[in-house]
């Protein structure tokens, strides 16, 4: 049974760059899938953020695309999420998740919360 | 991008009850549409995938039908378990999630 794990700094500054991991543990990500991170503001709806595929190529939303990098390490077997730039609006739960191609996510980690604060 | 709303954003309901949550796309996605349930606290959970097909392990009482912009979620018979927020995912072009709606006890 896959398994996904969210880790990183709790409290990030503003205009700095949140950097986030994802451990997969139950599977090896190169083999296949499609591993996205979707956030989720406080209070708030969930937001598609960008996916890659475990041959590499990556979507991101356009309404972030110029800010978001999403990675493999296929030596550690996790993705990592960065964004950049960030601001209060970037506070969030942000949770990394695997699904088909291009479409849902069937396994999500448990999130992990980010707070933008001075 | 393609917009989701979602009706209602909050559902007063009883246990036994039958509900029905509706998801509209602003454009036409035919069946890329996916349904999931979230508990305070807790990530989403997979219920509903390309529309109708229900994700293994799912409870048969969940259901989805439609296609192209216009879509809905049933419960049969909502149970204590079945309060959450539930939200909708077009996979189409990229991804959107719908804002949620929210099923509590009346």
């Known amino acids: 049974q896959v398994q996904l794990q969210e880790s990183g700094p709790g409290l990030v500054k503003p205009s700095e760059t949140l950097s986030l991991t994802c451990a997969v543990s139950g599977y090896s990500i190169s083999s296949g899938y499609y591993w996205g991170w979707i956030r989720q503001s406080p209070g708030k709806g969930l937001e598609w953020m960008g996916s890659?595929?475990?041959?590499?190529?990556?979507y991101y939303n356009p309404s972030l695309k110029s800010r978001v990098t999403i990675s493999l390490d296929t030596s550690k077997n996790q993705l990592s999420l960065k964004l950049n730039s960030v601001t209060a609006a970037d506070t969030a739960v942000y949770y990394c998740?695997?699904?088909?191609?291009?479409?849902?996510?069937?396994?999500w980690g448990q999130g992990t919360l980010v707070t933008v604060s001075p | 991008d393609i917009q989701m709303t979602q009706s209602p954003s909050t559902l007063s309901a009883s246990v036994g009850d039958r509900v029905t949550i509706t998801c509209r796309a602003s454009q036409n996605i035919n069946d890329w549409l996916a349904w999931y349930q979230q508990k305070p606290g807790k990530a989403p959970k997979l219920l509903i995938y390309?529309?109708?097909s229900l994700e293994s392990g799912v409870p048969s009482k969940f259901s989805g039908s439609g296609s192209g912009t216009e879509f809905t979620l049933t419960i049969s018979s909502l149970q204590p378990d079945d309060f959450a927020t539930y939200y909708c995912?077009?996979?189409?072009?990229?991804?959107?999630f719908g804002p949620g709606t929210k099923v509590h006890i009346k």
């Open positions: 890659i595929y475990h041959g590499g190529s990556t």
């Open positions: 390309k529309a109708s």
């Open positions: 995912q077009q996979y189409s072009i990229y991804s959107d």
């Open positions: 998740a695997r699904g088909p191609p291009a479409e849902y996510f069937q396994h």
